[in-house]
């Protein structure tokens, strides 16, 4: 009886022991799951937010259209033109679609969908005054008109007039924030362009 007793516990115990191994495997793989999930949700969009039949896209190179011969006035005072903008916001987009990786930037006969682009505008408007008037806040802005095509139906997907990717910046040191230069804004600017038209295009439709 004694030796029954024994055996009893023994089972008892094996069977406690391979429960309590099984219990910690589960909770390390889905522990590993989750921090996977977590790693591949940042920076990224999930590929459900668009149809299974997109996994390509050409970025035409934007066209400058903005008209650097028009006179300025009250109203367009602030417009500016900026050499080479256009090849600038098209790279960008080029390597913000490699980052994201819903989309795979390749050439025009390989691309499942197309991007064509215009530069409409490009400002730099006054947003606050020091006392002696000077300006210490400007936003820069730069418009754009974009049409996304399917390149195999030859249909236009969307169409966005006077999309616009901006950003706010001080010219001198001031208790809202530390001065940016000129150069430095726009590329923030162009930042924030490419990232809205990415996620733009990656929704779903």
Partial sequence: MGNKGFGEDTGIGEEKMIKSIFSGKFILLFTSC???????????????????????????????????TREADANNKYKLYRPMLETDITRALTNKYLFDGNLRPVKSQDADLMLRGELVEFRRDPLRYNDDDEVEEYRSSIVVNLSLWDTKDSKLVWQENRFTGDFTY???????????SDDTAVNDAVDDLVRRIVERTVEEW
């Fill in 34 to 68: 989750s921090l996977l999930a977590s790693i591949a949700g940042c920076g990224y969009t999930t590929r459900s937010m668009i149809s299974n039949k997109y996994k390509t896209i050409y970025v035409v190179p934007l066209v400058n259209k903005i008209d650097i």
């Fill in 170 to 180: 001080f010219t001198g040191y001031t208790k809202s924030g530390t001065p940016k």
